[in-house]
C-alpha cells in the first residue's frame, strides 16, 4: 500500500481502478473494488499491514462499473462490511439490470467502436443507498456528492476539512487530467457539469478511479482543466 495522508492509502499492482483505504477508530473503510482481481491483492495488502478482512467496515462505491465494483462479491463475502451505493446504481450492482450503457447513436467513429456490449454483473447486495447531502462516519466526515454522467448513479465523496475528494471518474489522470473515456460514459454533458461541482470545491487532494492521487498545485490544475475541456 502507499500512504496518501495519515490514515488514507491506496492499494497498489491492481492492474486497473484505484481501491482506497480509510482507518477509522471503529475499523477500516474500503472506496472502489476495482476489477475480479483486485480482491485477492486488496485481502493481501491487508494481511501485511496486520489487518484481518473482518476489520472493514464499510465499502463505498462509487459507481457500478466493472472495474470498479468487479472485487466487490469477494471482498463482501470475506469481509462481511456493509456495501454503499446510490439508489441509480444499486439494480446494477445487484446484478438485477445491465449496466447502463451510452446509445450507440450518440457515439462516432473509435468511440463507437469501443462501446461495450451488454454486461451484467455478478451481483452483490447493497445495505445502504446514499444520496446527495449524506455525511458518513469516515474520515472525520464524508459528504456524498450526487455527480452523475458517467453512471447514472456516480457519486463522489468529500472531505471538507482535509479537502479531499474520491472522485470515481468524473475525471481520469492518465498521466495527464482528462475526461471519462466517452464509450463508457452515458451522459458527457452531465459528466462535465459534475465536473464544475468537483472544481468548484477547491480540493487539495484527489484521489481518481483511474491514475495517481493529485496533491500538488491540486486546485489551480484542475480549474485549468476545467477550463480547457470548457466546464467553466
Not at 471482498?75 to 439494480?91: C, E, I, M, N, S
Not at 458517467?150 to 475528494?165: C, I, L, R, T
Amino acid at each position: 500500500m502507499h500512504t496518501i495522508l495519515p490514515r488514507l492509502s491506496t492499494f497498489t499492482g491492481l492492474v486497473m481502478g484505484r481501491v482506497y483505504l480509510v482507518e477509522d477508530p471503529d475499523g477500516l473503510t474500503i472506496i472502489d473494488t476495482g476489477l475480479e482481481l483486485a480482491a485477492a491483492r486488496v485481502l493481501k495488502q491487508l494481511e501485511q499491514a496486520g489487518r484481518k478482512p473482518g476489520d472493514v467496515k464499510r465499502i463505498l462505491v462509487t459507481h457500478g462499473h466493472p472495474d470498479h465494483i468487479g472485487g466487490l462479491p469477494e471482498l463482501k463475502a470475506r469481509t462481511g462490511a456493509q456495501v454503499v451505493a446510490h439508489a441509480l446504481d444499486r439494480a446494477a450492482i445487484e446484478g438485477r439490470t445491465p449496466v447502463p450503457r451510452v446509445p450507440a447513436d450518440q457515439l462516432k467513429g473509435m468511440a463507437r467502436m469501443m462501446r461495450p456490449g451488454e454486461t451484467t454483473l455478478k451481483g452483490t447486495p447493497v445495505d445502504h443507498v446514499v444520496d446527495e447531502g449524506e455525511v458518513l462516519p469516515v474520515l472525520g466526515g464524508l459528504h456524498v456528492l450526487f455527480t452523475p454522467g458517467h453512471s447514472p448513479g456516480h457519486v463522489a465523496y468529500w472531505q471538507p476539512d482535509q479537502k479531499v475528494v474520491f472522485c470515481g471518474d468524473v475525471i481520469m489522470r492518465l498521466p495527464n487530467l482528462r475526461p471519462p473515456i466517452a464509450a463508457f460514459t452515458v451522459d458527457m454533458a452531465e459528466n462535465q457539469r459534475s465536473l464544475k461541482r468537483l472544481v468548484d470545491l477547491a480540493p487539495r487532494v484527489v484521489c481518481f478511479g483511474h491514475g495517481q492521487p493529485l496533491t500538488d498545485d491540486t486546485a489551480e490544475r484542475l480549474r485549468a482543466y476545467a477550463r480547457k475541456v470548457g466546464a467553466m
